[in-house]
Structures are given as C-alpha cells and as structure tokens.
C-alpha cells in the first residue's frame, strides 16, 4: 500500500496548476484528464459529472512520489473558505528550507498569508518555523521548516 494523491476542486484548474508548478516546483504528469461517461457518474456519485485537470508531481519524493491531482468540474459546489480548525480535510503542507522567502513567492504567485511566521521548540523534535497561507483560491496550505 502507498499514498497516491490528495485532490483540489478548482474553478481554475490550470491557473492553480501554474500556481502550485511555480510555487513549490510541482512537475506536470501528462497527460491532462478530460473525464466524463457513466463510470465517473458511478464512481463519483454524480449524475453527468464531467472534469478536466491534471496531476503534478509533488517535490521531494522522486519521479512515483505522490501527485497533487486538481481538477476542475463542469459543476461545481461553492463553499466557504476552510478555517485552520475546521472539521474534515484542512490543508496540504510543504517543508521548505526557509519560510518566509516561500511565503513570499507564494505571496507573489497570486496566494496570501493566513497567519503569523512563528516558531516554536518541539521537545524532542526539534524547533519547527511555520505559518499558514492560502492559494488563489483560498485552500489552506502550511509551510514548515524544521531544524
């Protein structure tokens, strides 16, 4: 068994895609999914679900490492932006070498900050800097550095 991906809904699913490849230098795994018929209704749940996107290679784990897979529906529901501690699936987050140099590229690629940089010894782990931040579209991502 082995982790496969974790999975955005987008509104934008190449923006995003370009957001997350010059962000966190995510590779694009062609090719881009253009999905829809009765076996996606049936394994969705949906009725007429229809989705196109693409699976970008998350950084650190070599060429089979887990994807980050955004897709974008022909419908899709709307919700409000997820806070830090609300229940169900919160965010994704990187280990990067220096937080806030990331932050602000992150900041410069169309995201925003959430949160304060801090940093906070862990006993017996080690001093963790982090902060939380949101992509264009508002999920939630943390960025963590440990030493």
């Known amino acids: 068994m082995r982790f496969a991906h974790t999975n955005i809904i987008s509104a934008n699913w190449r923006e995003l895609a370009n957001f997350y490849m010059n962000t966190f230098d995510c ?30 290679l998350l950084p650190g784990h070599g060429n ?54 801090t940093e906070k010894e862990v006993p017996g782990v080690g001093r963790i800097t982090f902060v939380y931040a949101r992509d264009p579209e508002g999920n939630l991502i943390e960025l963590q550095s440990w030493k």
């Open 27 to 56: 590779k694009l795994v062609p090719p881009v999914r253009r999905q829809s018929g009765e076996w996606l209704d049936q394994g969705t749940g949906l009725e007429n679900a229809q989705l196109e996107g693409v699976h970008l």
């Open 64 to 117: 089979h490492g887990p994807t980050l897979e955004i897709y974008q529906y022909r419908s899709i529901d709307e919700r409000e932006a997820v806070r830090p501690n609300t229940r169900g699936f919160g965010h994704i987050a990187f280990e990067v070498d220096h937080v806030e140099h990331v932050l602000q590229t992150l900041i410069q690629n169309g995201g925003q900050a959430f949160g304060q940089i």
